[in-house]
């Protein structure tokens, strides 16, 4: 119980807030409730490290005849069209821009609603914050976590089908065991793309780093990195290694145990609208029940598809790119040796 003294005025003021009428019965930024329904980066939100949330207001949006969704327009970032040689006698060669225009719809996210018994939360004596901070944010942060995964896994196609517009494949297996040398080729999928995109950060399950550690061998990385990661650095939730940014989650149902994520970095990647605050819903029942959920309205979008890659450590090894392609490479290597 001596602990229990230093959560009874945050509780107060937060059970001042929850139980004050007010005309709509909703709490929005309320100094008691942001506390807890504040929206961050922690393990819950890993895809807002991998996309970086934009803030905006309804002045940003957009109209249009055949809905009334709320929607925001955004441009993707355009590509080079490539070098060309030409004669000055000819004059310039003319390339067309394109930059082209596309739309980011928004929509409500929430949480199941919470029921209990008003006397409940008046004789608690721990910290109420954290307990409606775990419930609501967590569930609105996983929401978050699994509409971004989706859009990665739109983003990467079908498994071990070149994507003509990068030349590549984005998703293939790299091996049947994860290795340095597995895991090297998993993250340079991203070079053999034609639009010149670098890896920059990396997403697996936490099993992941323990199946890799197993595999470091002082004489190969380096007596310094071996005994980093022998020593759990490298089961962080947050490593950089060779200028990637190695990210861990929790969640088998958001990333397979197998499987490795390869991003470029945020600004590449499309768009993750955030518009208002998230907010609470509360309603007092017959003075005895308390029916409360949290909620949110977001936007995503993965425009850019090169931006995203997938690595599966469960069959025989792939190649990013068709063997016809590694025998053009060497004819053209031959030819510009000739």
């Given amino acids: 119980m ?13 059970i001042q807030d929850l139980f004050a009428p007010t005309e709509a019965m909703q709490k929005k930024a309320a100094e008691g409730l942001t506390r807890w329904l504040r929206t961050y980066q922690r393990q819950d939100g890993v895809f807002r490290k991998i996309m970086v949330p934009e803030p905006i207001t309804d002045g940003e949006f957009d109209v249009a005849v055949e809905t009334n969704a709320p929607f925001v327009i955004r441009q993707i970032v355009p590509h080079s069209a490539g070098a060309l040689s030409v004669n000055f006698d000819t004059g310039t060669v003319m390339e ?20 209990t018994d008003k006397i409940y939360l008046v004789s608690f004596r721990g910290s109420l914050i954290d307990v409606f901070h775990d419930l609501m944010l967590q569930d609105i942060l996983a929401q978050e976590d699994m509409m971004g995964m989706k859009l990665v896994q739109t983003a990467v196609g079908e498994k071990g ?7 590549c494949k984005q998703w293939i297996d790299v091996g ?4 340095t040398k597995s895991v090297t080729y998993a993250v340079s999928g991203m070079t053999y793309a034609d639009n ?5 950060q990396a997403l697996i399950h936490r099993s992941f780093w323990w199946e890799l550690i197993a595999t470091f061998r002082a004489c190969d990385q380096g007596p310094v990195l071996a005994e980093r990661a022998v020593l759990g650095d490298a089961a962080l939730l947050e490593e950089k290694m060779a200028g990637v940014m190695w990210r861990t989650v929790l969640n088998r149902k958001l990333v397979p145990r197998r499987t490795m994520y390869v991003f470029a970095a945020p600004e590449y990647l499309g768009n993750f609208l955030t518009y208002g605050e998230a907010s609470i819903f509360t309603k007092a029942e017959a003075d005895i029940w308390l029916s409360t959920f949290a909620h949110e309205t977001i936007g995503m979008s993965m425009p850019n598809r090169a931006a995203a890659f997938r ?3 469960t069959g025989v090894q792939d190649s990013w790119i068709d063997d016809d392609e590694y025998a053009d490479d060497e004819s053209t290597a031959a030819s510009l040796g000739a």
Avoid: C, H
């Avoid at 049947?176 to 290795?179: A, H, L, Q, V």
């Fill in 2 to 14: 001596s602990n229990a003294t230093e959560y009874v005025q945050d509780n107060k003021q937060l």
């Fill in 96 to 115: 067309n821009m394109d930059a082209p225009r596309y739309r980011i719809y928004l929509e409500r996210i929430w949480t199941p609603v919470y029921k």
């Fill in 161 to 167: 089908v070149v994507n003509p517009v990068i030349g």
């Fill in 176 to 179: 049947d065991s994860i290795t």
């Fill in 196 to 200: 010149g995109l670098n890896p920059s």
């Fill in 311 to 313: 690595a599966d450590f």
